[in-house]
């Protein structure tokens, strides 16, 4: 047996991803020592919920007391697996005050208080890691962090929520409605009791704010990021979509423009030969574009314990194994860059409306577009009975010429339901 470095971990949480870093580190503590000659060992764990803890748990190991760890001089990185964004914050602000390093996997608190954070650890010379904060086992941090620095990263774009993908798949191979597959995945547990975060963006909006605060090196946070979720994606739609040669897919979108940054959120329609329209069910993809690197993607489980376990995991590795803070601080958003109004970023579209089928119609509509500079890249009719229905995509237009001509299209009388958009990548 090796000899190593012992390394000790304070587990803060033991719900899935802290359990499953406690059983992985137990799996794998040998292949590491001997890999890395570090031995990890994991001292003391924080959970308050007794019915979490193991019938079989070692006597000692479990405590409700967050001062036996942040007061144990022995214990080196603390992991932050709790969840939520106040008991979290003050944990890990008093772990790195306390000359602990931090390692955790809560993009909801990166997202919204991750300034903070970042900067005390710099003060404090210690490490914040959160490889699993986004994108679960895909190591998207560590290679946009390092692997990518001199890449001219200019465009991230992400399907970086498993919960809407799982569901959208589904709906493009006609399993079911929105509404009926939602409720089978939370039987399933592929979808949270609360799917709000995960249904309406805010979840993949948090991911998204922390890519683009790596990839262009200026902060974003939640609050920057505009964001729409799936709720009212219907079959019909994703039938359209089909029908024209796309998949719908909840895209995150962070691109530099002008110099300023621009991150959103939204159900969009992808070319079915986009890299991304290949990504089913929960796993999850980030596609970069550089100036120096042409396109690369990485996809893989966005979630789950085990999955996001590794991450955890490499994380605790990569700290026990640099020296002092090493290359890399924690944060690498060096510079302050504005944000691109949101109204002026140009996009396709994808648009479905009733309207009455009589002669002229499709003039009126045309007619509007025109005037605005929307031009009109596709179109499908079919007839029912005095009705039509209209699917139109456009190409690329500024959004807010777009959304002035869909205002106007609303006020002409032929057409009998609001206009349905999404935007094509
Ligand atoms: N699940 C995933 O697939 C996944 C993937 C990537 C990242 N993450 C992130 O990982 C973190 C943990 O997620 P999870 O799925 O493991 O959550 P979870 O199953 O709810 O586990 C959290 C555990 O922490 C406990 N806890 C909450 N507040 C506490 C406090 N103040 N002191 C001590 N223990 C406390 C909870 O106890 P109670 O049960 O009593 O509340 C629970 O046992 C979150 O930030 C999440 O966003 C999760």
Redesign the pocket.
């Known amino acids: 047996m090796v000899e190593g470095r012992v390394v000790q971990i304070g587990l803060?949480?033991?719900?899935?991803?802290?359990s499953s870093v406690y059983r992985l580190i137990q799996k794998e503590r040998d292949q590491i020592l001997e890999g890395t000659g570090v031995d990890l060992r994991v001292k003391k764990v924080?959970?308050?919920?007794p019915s979490?803890i193991p019938t079989d748990a070692p006597t000692g190991l479990f405590t409700?007391d967050?001062a036996e760890i942040v007061d144990d001089p022995s214990i080196d990185v603390v992991v932050e697996?709790?969840?939520?964004t106040d008991?979290?914050f003050d944990f890990i602000d008093v772990a790195l005050r306390s000359g602990k390093n931090v390692v955790?996997?809560?993009?909801?608190?990166l997202a919204s208080r991750g300034e903070a954070l970042f900067t005390l650890a710099k003060d404090e010379r210690r490490h914040l890691r959160f490889e699993?904060?986004v994108a679960?086992a895909i190591p998207i941090i560590k290679v946009m962090r390092e692997s990518m620095i001199a890449a001219g990263l200019h465009t991230v774009y992400g399907i970086v929520n498993g919960t809407t993908n799982y569901i959208l798949t589904r709906m493009h191979q006609e399993e079911g409605d929105y509404a009926e597959i939602l409720l089978e995945a939370q039987e399933l547990g592929y979808a949270e009791a609360d799917p709000t975060a995960d249904v309406g963006g805010a979840d993949a909006a948090a991911k998204m704010a922390i890519l683009a605060s790596i990839a262009f090196h200026s902060r974003v946070t939640l609050s920057n990021v505009v964001y729409a979720g799936i709720e009212s994606i219907t079959l019909d739609v994703v039938r359209h979509a089909k029908e024209l040669g796309f998949v719908v897919k909840l895209v995150g979108a962070a691109r530099l423009i002008e110099g300023k940054v621009s991150v959103r959120v939204f159900p969009a329609l992808l070319p079915t030969n986009h890299p991304l329209a290949s990504i089913s069910g929960s796993n999850n993809a980030v596609f970069l574009e550089g100036t120096d690197i042409g396109e690369i993607m990485l996809m893989g489980p966005g979630?789950?314990?085990v999955p996001?376990a590794t991450a955890v995991v490499s994380d605790i590795v990569s700290v026990a194994n640099t020296k002092d803070v090493g290359f890399l601080q924690s944060c690498s958003c060096y510079r302050r860059l504005g944000f691109y109004a949101a109204e002026e970023v140009e996009s396709a579209f994808f648009i479905k409306v009733s309207v009455a089928d009589e002669a002229g119609v499709l003039a009126q509509i045309a007619s509007i577009f025109g005037a605005q500079g929307v031009s009109i890249a596709n179109m499908i009719q079919e007839g029912r009975g005095d009705e039509a229905e209209l699917v139109l995509t456009t190409h690329p237009t500024k959004e807010r010429q777009f959304f002035a001509a869909i205002e106007q299209t609303k006020g002409l009388a032929c057409c009998r339901t609001e206009p349905m958009t999404l935007r094509v990548l």
């Open positions: 803060l949480g033991f719900g899935t991803i802290g924080l959970e308050i919920a979490r409700t967050f697996v709790i969840g939520g008991a979290a955790t996997a809560n993009k909801q608190l699993a904060a679960g979630a789950g314990g996001t």
